[in-house]
Nanobody, 118 residues
């Protein structure tokens, strides 16, 4: 299995930027697709962005397209989410996830809180 640990969440003003990190350990990094999800208070968890195992394919939710960028640094076994032009509606707990030998996301981090003040 894969152990995922998110970091980087904090309080930021609207219009600001933030970079989240997801450090992975366990199964060979780079052999599985990864993604970011988020869950706002009182709402269902929602998809934010995904990146293929080789970093060549990315896909974003419409709500973050053009503002967020997902990337991988293989040398550090870390996935990132660069978030720009943040809005109060981006406030949520952000989770990283991986598809480890599965068509479903079956490894999850503990989450990191992002709060965007207006």
């Amino acid at each position: 299995q894969v152990h995922l640990v998110e970091s980087g969440g904090t309080l930021v003003q609207a219009g600001g930027s933030l970079r989240l990190s997801c450090a992975a350990s366990g199964r060979a990094f780079g052999s599985y697709d990864m993604a970011w999800f988020r869950q706002a208070p009182g709402k269902e968890r929602e998809f934010v962005a995904t990146i293929s195992w080789n970093g060549r394919i990315t896909y974003y939710a419409d709500s973050v397209k053009g503002r967020f960028t997902i990337s991988i640094e293989y040398a550090k076994n870390t996935m990132y989410l660069q978030m720009n032009s943040l809005k109060p509606e981006d406030t949520a707990v952000y989770y990283c996830a991986a598809k480890v030998q599965s068509s479903q996301y079956n490894s999850w981090g503990q989450g990191t809180q992002v709060t965007v003040s207006s």
